[in-house]
């Protein structure tokens, strides 16, 4: 299953990119398994999750809580809590 | 009618609150929100999620038009870099009375400050920073409850 994954503020900031594909093994069935397998391909990817009560998910661009499943995605970002308004 | 603009460019309040005049209401409501500029803060630059902020914004609106059976709403919101005392954001409400068009209102702003993806950074002297989300915002959002 390949991703999209798309990063905004300084979650971007800490990994360096905006976006990037990846392909899941069938293990990773939540966001959180995601967040925790994304942590460890960089040190920034790392700094970004380092805090997970600082993130937060949308998938295919609704909101959606961690421990919410990947299956059927298409696009999954992670964010800081928004300040916008 | 529900109107909903995510743009770089700054906006006319009275354009915006203009369209809500030929809907046959008798109240029309309405927020702006401003870059304060009391706390030194130079400029003020808004991200954004592109595609996912105008659907966030439009069911916010939808939501609001259903609850207080409005007759119109209108959301034009700014992003990129912005300078103290401009325009961020701007909502409008149209209902038969008023009661309805001024709670309609503030359950917007206050829905979008929690629910919408934008992400503010600031600019003191040379340095940048993200904005922090409030623990006062999530506490208004859930007031509509």
């Not at chain 2, 929100?33 to 659907?55: A, F, I, K, N, S």
């Not at chain 2, 959301?75 to 009375?97: K, N």
């Not at chain 2, 929690?114 to 600031?122: D, G, I, L, N």
């Given at each position: ?85 | ?19 809500l005049e030929?809907l046959g209401g008798g109240a029309i409501a ?41 007759l ?22 149209c209902a038969p009375h008023r009661r309805n068009a ?44």
């Amino acid at each position: 299953m390949v991703l999209t994954i798309v990063y905004f503020a300084w979650v971007r900031e800490r990994i360096g990119i905006d976006q990037e594909k990846v392909a899941l093994s069938p293990g990773i069935a939540s966001l959180r398994d995601l967040a925790a397998w994304l942590a460890t391909r960089s040190e920034g990817h790392r700094a970004a999750f380092e805090d997970m009560s600082r993130i937060r998910v949308a998938v295919d661009q609704e909101f959606a809580g961690l421990d919410a499943p990947i299956q059927g995605a298409r696009e999954i970002a992670f964010f800081p809590p928004v300040t916008g308004g | 009618m529900i109107s909903i603009t995510v743009q770089s460019a700054p906006f006319s309040v009275d354009m915006a609150l203009a369209s809500l005049e030929g809907l046959g209401g008798g109240a029309i409501a309405s927020f702006v929100g401003l870059v304060r500029g009391d706390d030194g803060v130079g400029q003020m630059t808004l991200e954004h999620y592109p595609g996912m902020t105008e659907t966030a914004l439009r069911q916010i609106a939808e939501e609001a038009a259903t609850r207080w059976s409005l007759l119109g709403a209108i959301v034009v919101h700014r992003v990129g870099p912005m300078r103290p005392g401009e325009r961020i954001v701007l909502v409008g409400t149209c209902a038969p009375h008023r009661r309805n068009a001024l709670d309609a209102c503030a359950y917007v702003i206050d829905q979008l400050k929690v629910a919408a993806p934008f992400w503010k950074r600031e600019r003191r002297g040379g340095e940048e920073r993200w904005v922090d989300a409030r623990d006062s915002d999530s506490g208004a959002a859930g007031r509509w409850r």
